[in-house]
């Protein structure tokens, strides 16, 4: 006996039900397949990059060792060098403190300079380097150009000027006004270490001592106490702040640069102390050439 078209029926459903399942199961195998993919390539960047901020790290602790005398004693101007750990090569920098603008310190004309070197005009300018010294200074008075906690009310913000001394450079992110291009720009010239007024051009960027020179008429003006001693000249462990930067980049290519803020103070006791350990985005940049050693 032939079967009904009922019959028929039944089984056209049961092969359209086989068939979506099918399709369903494809769908979902895809899916997980895409998942899979997706999670070794973070997998893979994220030790990638562990791997990049280790050898940074490392480029940063052979810096200081070479600080304290161990091995050669690097350029403390912010000249790049090359250094070889774990058969990878990291461009390592050190600059002495003296040589960077120190936010607690510096005066008016010294900020508005590194202020016109992030493309500040005039009344921004003005602007930037009175709400910076309102920040710092401890009274409530509102300077010319400058901004108090009724500013930052006024702006909306959820916080007022600090009244006291920038604790880092970051804070300098936090001032009235200051735009996270112009900060991208100036961080690299800042310090809150060095507890100078001026600036000492043996150890500075050549592009901030050419600003300050072109504002001032000479670059010496700058430099109260004459210069320090350089690397060259030192046979043994150097004393003072300095910055230290590193960048490396891993074998799958992630990039990692850390910049740290060390002591020396020379004693065999307690020879160093770091200061600042973070993460940055930029490089010291070369005051001569690039070295290798």
Known sequence: ?????????????????????????????????????????????QIGLAEARALADAGVRKAILRLLGN???PPVDGTLFKVRLAGDTVSVGVRDSRGLVDLNAAGADLLSVVMGLAGADGEEQQKLVGAIMDWRDKDKL??????EDGDYRAAGLSWTARDDSFSAVEELRFVIGMRPEIYASTARYFTVHSG??????????????DAVGAATGSAAKINTGGAGPTAQQVTGPLRGTYH????ATGRSGATASIEAVVRISGRLENPYLVLEWRETSYEPGPKTEVRTG
């Open 142 to 147: 509102t300077r010319l150009h400058g901004a």
């Open 196 to 209: 100078r007024s001026t600036l000492d051009p043996n150890f500075a960027p050549v592009g901030l001592v």
């Open 71 to 73: 091995g050669p004693v």
């Open 244 to 247: 230290v930067y590193s960048t």
């Open 1 to 45: 006996m032939r079967p009904g078209p009922r019959r028929y029926r039944q089984r056209g459903m049961a092969l359209i039900i086989v068939l979506w399942l099918v399709v369903l199961l494809s769908v979902m195998a895809a899916g997980h397949a895409r998942n899979v993919h997706t999670d070794s390539l973070l997998s893979a960047r």
